[in-house]
């Protein structure tokens, strides 16, 4: 399992030309699930997201988690982060087909709500138009 972890001041899902989910400061987290991926895994993922320390503390260094923080989280299915580049043409075969892929995805999200965050997603397999402002930039990626 794979995220990409930008913080945010802001940020935002449109399907269709209307805004399904939106946030403020908080975590875009856009999240790849591999074909081999587990349950133990999008556990593991939903604990690293909500325990990362990338907010900054009274001496501007990079202490604080997102809890902490007051933050929200926007969570994004992104099958394109396990591409394989290795030619022009990108291949997706290590990306979790939806069977595999939806519950871990909704895994995730129900493991970070249950830790008290307010969560926002986009819809699993939709044209999505993704707008953030990032802030810093901090952008982490997470494997797990």
Aim: glycine share 8%.
């Amino acid at each position: 399992m794979r995220a990409v972890v930008t913080r945010v001041l802001s940020a935002s899902v449109e399907i269709d030309g209307k805004v399904v989910s939106s946030i403020d400061k908080g975590f875009l987290v856009l999240l790849g699930v591999h074909k081999d991926d587990t349950e133990a895994q999008a556990k593991k993922m939903a604990d690293k997201i909500c325990g990362l320390r990338i907010f900054e503390d009274e001496n501007e260094k990079m202490n604080i988690n997102p809890k902490d923080a007051g933050a929200k989280l926007l969570i994004v299915s992104q099958f394109t982060l396990f591409a394989d580049t290795s030619s022009r043409r990108p291949g997706f075969s290590d990306a979790a087909r939806p069977e595999i892929s939806i519950p871990l995805y909704e895994l995730v999200i129900s493991e970070c709500r249950d830790r008290g965050f307010e969560v926002g997603t986009g819809e699993f397999g939709a044209d999505m138009k993704v707008t953030s402002e990032n802030d810093g930039p901090v952008t982490i990626i997470l494997d797990v």
